[in-house]
């Protein structure tokens, strides 16, 4: 069973100049679920790790119990979901897990999966809250980082975009436009601050449409979707019981798909984030460009942080161009 949302996961935040250190979790902790695409039960288990290790997943399902690193370049599917891979190992539905990650500031940790996808719970990021609060987090030895945007950077196909420009905190703006009369053309904004991303965005479930589950189930994708983990349209309504958790729900979650995959960097980014009926693969081809375009940012080390939600930066000051590479 998945603890409730009461704790609050501990500050690392040195006060009078000193540097914001990176955080690990404090002790480790499991769940299981069932997987949206491939159907199957899955046990995860987060645990602490080392400084300057980054967020790794491991199939300990398999010999050896390969790694694959939390990267852009580890990237090798954004079909309906981001798949990593390495050596011709995957793990698929990483997106969700790695924006309660960042959202929390947990900077290393190491991800055992026993099956080649993360668990969907219902479908939003709450559920991976909870597990992570109710682990706990430590302050590391090492400092963190972000990556600022100096310059506006942007990636396009066709109508659909992301532009990136220089800003003091992570904002992010998310148009969708679909053909159905519950959606048409949809937007959501949301700035990082105090408490933001739990209100605002980690509640917001994955959704899809009805006329496409068989199309997806002969793909081998969605075995696992159910009323229960995502939302789910038909030709003229919601199919869910419930509704929607907010009015703009699908708009919000877009936002937390962009959050999680915006977190393959591989560490915090200070931008402002607009996008337009983009997607997984959009997200990652930004991310590429991003981390290639070394002109258009600046790796910074923050002296003195107004801490915001779990220790991530409300207002970043004092803040020093550091030349240290990705």
């Not at 919000?252 to 977190?263: V, W």
């Not at 940012?297 to 107004?306: D, E, F, K, P, S």
């Amino acid at each position: 069973m998945i603890p409730g949302c009461g704790m609050r996961v501990a500050h690392s935040v040195r006060q009078g100049g000193k540097c914001v250190t990176q955080q690990t979790l404090k002790r480790d902790v499991s769940c299981v679920g069932i997987g949206l695409h491939t159907g199957r039960e899955v046990l995860m288990r987060l645990r602490p790790a080392l400084p300057d290790s980054g967020i790794r997943f491991c199939r300990v399902d398999l010999p050896d119990r390969p790694l694959i690193l939390a990267r852009s370049e580890q990237v090798v599917q954004t079909e309906f979901a981001t798949t990593l891979g390495r050596n011709g190992v995957t793990v698929s539905t990483t997106e969700h897990l790695l924006a309660a990650l960042l959202a929390c500031g947990v900077d290393n940790a190491l991800i055992e999966l026993n099956a080649p996808e993360v668990p969907i719970f219902d479908g939003s990021a709450s559920p991976y809250l909870a597990l992570i609060r109710s682990a706990g987090s430590v302050p590391q030895a090492s400092p963190r980082y972000w990556l600022k945007v100096a310059r506006t950077i942007e990636v396009r196909d066709g109508e659909s975009y992301i532009r990136v420009s220089p800003s003091e905190q992570l904002q992010i703006a998310y148009t969708i436009d679909y053909p159905h009369p519950l959606l048409g053309r949809q937007s959501a904004s949301w700035r990082f601050s105090d408490g933001s991303f739990e209100r605002e965005i980690a509640g917001a479930r994955t959704f899809g449409f009805l006329k496409d589950l068989h199309q997806l189930q002969a793909m081998g994708l969605a075995r696992g979707g159910s009323l229960a983990n995502a939302i789910v349209f038909d030709d003229k309504r919601v199919l869910n019981l419930d509704g929607f958790r907010f009015g703009n729900e699908c708009a919000r979650h877009k936002i937390l798909d962009l959050m999680g995959d915006l977190s393959l960097v591989g560490r915090p980014v200070l931008a402002r984030i607009e996008a337009y009926k983009a997607g997984h693969t959009l997200h990652n081809l930004l991310v590429r460009k991003l981390v290639a375009t070394p002109d258009r940012y600046q790796i910074i080390r923050a002296a003195a942080v107004n801490p915001g939600l779990f220790n991530f930066p409300d207002q970043i000051a004092n803040l020093r161009s550091m030349p240290m590479p990705l």
